[in-house]
């Protein structure tokens, strides 16, 4: 499976981006999704991430109210729709896919290249 994020940029604080994971080599229909980020200096953390058919999501305490992930199987897909972005929202954004819905980066198999966010306050 390879993953490739798109849709990160440099917005102003306050601001909405949208990001999209487009998976290829296989349907990730059966797969949990999630998205991680990275900050400068800082370790990966877990943003969000949801189940196979979209049925169960779950956020990091920091995005939730803001952020909302989201798939389309029959496009292969996942999103994360940004909104009130702030500059503790600047990383490197990564999709993940994986059999375990679950917050927990080792158990994801799959990783996009990543997509850089900066948020100017």
């Known amino acids: 499976v390879q993953l490739q994020a798109s849709g990160g940029g440099l917005v102003q604080a306050g601001e909405s981006l949208t990001l999209s994971c487009v998976a290829s080599?296989?349907?990730?229909?059966?797969?949990?999704m999630g998205w991680f980020r990275q900050a400068p200096g800082k370790e990966r953390e877990f943003v969000a991430s949801?189940?196979?058919?979209?049925?169960?999501?779950s956020y990091a305490d920091p995005v939730k109210g803001r952020f909302t992930i989201s798939r389309d199987n029959a496009k292969n897909t996942v999103y994360l729709q940004m909104n009130s972005l702030s500059a503790e929202d600047t990383a490197v954004y990564y999709c993940?896919?994986?059999?375990?819905?679950?917050?927990?980066?080792?158990?994801?198999?799959?990783w996009g290249q990543g997509t850089q966010v900066t948020v100017s306050s």
């Open positions: 949801i189940s196979w058919n979209g049925g169960m999501t």
């Open positions: 080599g296989r349907s990730v229909s059966s797969y949990a």
């Open positions: 993940a896919v994986g059999l375990s819905f679950t917050g927990v980066d080792g158990r994801y198999h799959y």
